[in-house]
């Protein structure tokens, strides 16, 4: 029995992320849960960058091969990501993921 492999170009991704307030709970947990799923899906010469924004932006992840080692590197932000709630102007929470 004969299988035919599909080989395709490896690919660079960049996944910008809404962390704002908005996104707390179950948007939240999708969003964790879509990202996971990207994650597994990247061969190891593929190449993953995420971007937080709330307000502003910051890079959590810069591109970055998704060899064993950095698909941990991914999961481990994705982990720690948190909403941020705007309203509080500037004062730091210990769940603000930027």
Excluded: C, H, W, Y
Aim: glycine fraction near 8%.
């Amino acid at each position: 029995v004969s299988q035919k492999v599909s080989r395709r170009a490896p690919v660079d991704v960049v996944i910008v992320l809404d962390v704002g307030g908005a996104m707390s709970g179950q948007k939240l947990r999708l969003m964790k849960n879509a990202m996971r799923l990207v994650i597994s899906s990247m061969n190891a010469t593929d190449r993953l960058s995420i971007v937080a924004f709330s307000g502003g932006s910051k890079r959590l992840l810069p591109l970055k091969r998704m060899t064993g080692s950095g698909q941990r590197s991914a999961r481990r932000i994705v982990e720690a990501l948190a909403a941020i709630d705007q309203s509080r102007e500037g004062v730091p929470a210990k769940n603000d993921a930027l």
